[in-house]
T-cell receptor
Framework: ETGVTQSPTHLIKTRGQQVTLRCSSQ?????VSWYQQALGQGPQFIFQ???????GRGNFPPRFSGLQFPNYSSELNVNALELDDSALYLC?????????????FGPGTRLTVL | KNEVEQSPQNLTAQEGEFITINCSYS?????LHWLQQHPGGGIVSLFM???GKKKHGRLIATINIQEKHSSLHITASHPRDSAVYIC??????????FGTGTSLTVIP
């Protein structure tokens, strides 16, 4: 059983550019959640995908968008990057439909916007 | 005000000390989670609680539903326990609300 993986591990972009981050869910999981963690802060919920549909969204602007694919892997896209978008981006997968709601986290992608 | 509040923000302890980290939440949750994050960024789930108390090795987590409060205890702390400990609540939609974390340093 493979765990949650994310790519790339590190990324440097400049203001105004666009970025795509990728996440592969743990085997058997059908839900992916994305979080933004600024330095010294706890993770903030961006959105969640369940069976390829957005299933909840945090307080993030529309330039943060996502996709979930039939194999339950996921992408986070951020357009028109701003300096404040510099953060660790975490994805977590889980199985919705069971009696518990434990999430398994990937190692994160550290994005730096210059 | 954050839905999940933790204290203290930073904690330094001598090896062997008993450590307590506290968490209070103001939202309705179906489960309370304690997570550990090491400097590389990866997050590991330590406990998931909906009531009572759980123990795993030197770690103990308790929750008081009426008071909306949870504690994480570490007995006989060790330098390898140094990490950020994060409290999070999850709702029935499996959406998580995180505290800002407690940075623990255990000195040999």
């Amino acid at each position: 059983e493979t765990g949650v993986t994310q790519s790339p591990t590190h990324l440097i972009k400049t203001r105004g550019q666009q970025v795509t981050l990728r996440c592969s869910s743990q085997s058997g999981h059908n839900t992916v959640s994305w979080y933004q963690q600024a330095l010294g802060q706890g993770p903030q919920f961006i959105f969640q995908y369940y069976r390829e549909e957005e299933n909840g969204r945090g307080n993030f602007p529309p330039r943060f968008s996502g996709l979930q694919f039939p194999n339950y892997s996921s992408e986070l896209n951020v357009n028109a990057l701003e300096l404040d978008d510099s953060a660790l981006y975490l994805c977590a997968s889980s199985f919705a439909g069971g009696s518990y709601n434990e999430q398994f986290f990937g190692p994160g992608t550290r994005l730096t916007v210059l | 005000k954050n839905e999940v509040e933790q204290s203290p923000q930073n904690l330094t302890a001598q090896e062997g000390e008993f450590i307590t980290i506290n968490c209070s939440y103001s939202v309705g949750i179906s489960a309370l989670h304690w997570l550990q994050q090491h400097p590389g960024g990866g997050i590991v789930s330590l406990f998931m609680l909906s009531s009572g108390k759980k123990k795993h090795g030197r770690l103990i987590a308790t929750i008081n539903i009426q008071e909306k409060h949870s504690s994480l205890h570490i007995t006989a702390s060790h330098p390898r326990d140094s990490a950020v400990y994060i409290c999070a609540g999850s709702n029935t939609g499996n959406q998580f609300y995180f505290g800002t974390g407690t940075s623990l340093t255990v000195i040999p």
